[in-house]
Structure formats: structure tokens, C-alpha cells
């Protein structure tokens, strides 16, 4: 079974980075597209940042510039660096991949900007 684990959430003050991982554990024979979605409660899960398995990227208009994502496939990993946080970042951010040709979800880190 193929599993994708987030950590690195946590509580930080308005203007500070965090870095986001996920690392996928099982057999993973293909690995595609990777990403980043978050959602905050009450409101629909809105993508953040995907990255193709040629390492092509796009990113949400909110992200543009202050978040970067990565990705190591030897280590089944994606990352998302945050930099000059906001409060209006503060959500659940999840992680998704293709693994195998299907799609897979993490059970999310929080995230909270707050002072």
C-alpha cells in the first residue's frame, strides 16, 4: 500500500518560511505528477503548487513567488519551501502524488500564521 506522509507544519509568526515534505513509503514503481493543495475549514481544497515528473512547475497566483516546490524521487519526496508567510496562509496544506498511476493524498500537516 502507498502511503504519503506531510511534515514540517507548525505554528510561525507573519513573515517567516516553513518547508513542507512528503514522503511517499510502499512499492513505488512510477511516480508523476506531485503537489501541493490546502484548504482551510469551511472552504474547498485549492491547489498551491504541482510539480511534473520533468520538473515543469506551476503555482497559484497567492504562491507565485514566495513558495517553491521540489521534488526528490529517489527519496519518493516533494517538498514546498514558504517564505514571507501570511495569516491568510494558515490551512491544512496536504500533499498529492500520481503513484503508480493513481493518485494518492497525505493526511495533511497544519500550518498557522499567526503572531
Known amino acids: 500500500q502507498v502511503q504519503f506522509v506531510e511534515s514540517g507544519g507548525g505554528l510561525v509568526q507573519p513573515g517567516g518560511s516553513l518547508r513542507l515534505s512528503c514522503v511517499g513509503s510502499?512499492?513505488?514503481?512510477?511516480?508523476?505528477?506531485m503537489g501541493w493543495y490546502r484548504q482551510v475549514p469551511g472552504y474547498e481544497r485549492e491547489l498551491v503548487a504541482r510539480?511534473?515528473?520533468?520538473?515543469?512547475?506551476n503555482y497559484a497566483d497567492f504562491a507565485q513567488g514566495r513558495f517553491f516546490i521540489s521534488r526528490d524521487d529517489a527519496k519518493n519526496t516533494v517538498y514546498l519551501q514558504m517564505h514571507r508567510l501570511k495569516p491568510e496562509d494558515t490551512a491544512v496544506y496536504f500533499c498529492y502524488a500520481e503513484a503508480n498511476y493513481r493518485p494518492s493524498w497525505g493526511q495533511g500537516t497544519q500550518v498557522t500564521v499567526s503572531s
Open positions: 510502499g512499492t513505488i514503481f512510477a511516480l508523476s505528477t
Open positions: 510539480i511534473t515528473r520533468r520538473e515543469v512547475t
